[in-house]
């Protein structure tokens, strides 16, 4: 309980960047989390398994009135199960047991919550007055978490602070996994003890493309790369039903210039 209060009150206080954020998405069906990738995720709002645009539009709404307004993951919850029971959704992973239902709200919850907060704090950090006057960023862990990861507590330990335009942050803006709650705060420049590269083989990657430390899909900075979403749409046509591929077309075409 002490930990969801925490998150709570993070989160409680939502500013301009972040709601903008977020109500900048495209309402995109996908039938796993991993259908579009990493970036993508800034211009399209998702929930695996979510293919109807009315179920993926209530969903939406749940979440918008979560970051807008601050409530609570039970309110959340609540309104989850309500527009369930209306939509008559079914076969979602967690769906049949109390447990899973926990699970799946929290993540989707969390995951928009966090993202949009962190897309939200890239814009303020990046905006040109502060990065005149503060243009290094500090690797901030958060040291209440119950199971640190030491990768992440290691940045934080060793007061990583980088350029803003380090390449590093391109890929290690936190959050950086499910459930991470790091941060990075923006440094007039670094101060005695504290580290000035990474650690070596920081950006290494394995046969799988992960790099260390960051979990599969969340390598990459929440809102640093708006770019066009006309690519991933389009691909994803190529695999829905025709009717519901027109249907998302009328959707999206004209917001994406088609």
């Not at 119950?146 to 507590?153: D, V």
């Amino acid at each position: 309980m002490a930990a969801e209060a925490a998150i709570a009150a993070v989160f409680a206080l939502p500013f301009d960047e972040q709601i903008a954020f977020f109500r900048d998405k495209l309402n995109l069906p996908t039938e796993a989390w991993d259908d579009i990738w990493q970036a993508a995720h800034d211009r399209a709002f998702v929930v695996a398994g979510a293919m109807k645009a009315d179920l993926l539009q209530d969903l939406r709404e749940a979440v918008d009135k979560a970051i807008a307004t601050g409530t609570t993951l039970e309110t959340f919850r609540k309104d989850f199960r309500e527009l369930v029971a209306r939509r008559g959704w079914s076969g979602w992973t967690g769906e049949g047991t109390k447990a899973g239902e926990a699970w799946r709200t929290k993540v989707i919850y969390e995951t928009n919550l966090r993202t949009s907060y962190a897309a939200g704090r890239w814009a303020q950090l990046t905006a040109a007055d502060l990065v005149e006057h503060r243009p290094y960023w500090r690797y901030v862990h958060n040291d209440s978490v119950l199971h640190p990861r030491p990768f992440h507590k290691r940045w934080g330990d060793m007061r990583l602070t980088l350029p803003h335009d380090h390449p590093f942050w391109q890929t290690h803006f936190p959050p950086n996994g499910w459930g991470c709650r790091c941060r990075v705060t923006a440094v007039t420049g670094p101060k005695k003890g504290d580290a000035t590269e990474p650690p070596a083989g920081w950006n290494a990657r394995d046969t799988a493309g992960n790099i260390p430390g960051i979990d599969k899909g969340w390598a990459y900075a929440p809102g640093a790369s708006l770019g066009e979403l006309r690519a991933t749409v389009e691909q994803k046509l190529q695999k829905l039903d025709p009717a519901l591929g027109a249907a998302l077309w009328a959707d999206v075409g004209p917001k994406l210039g088609g």
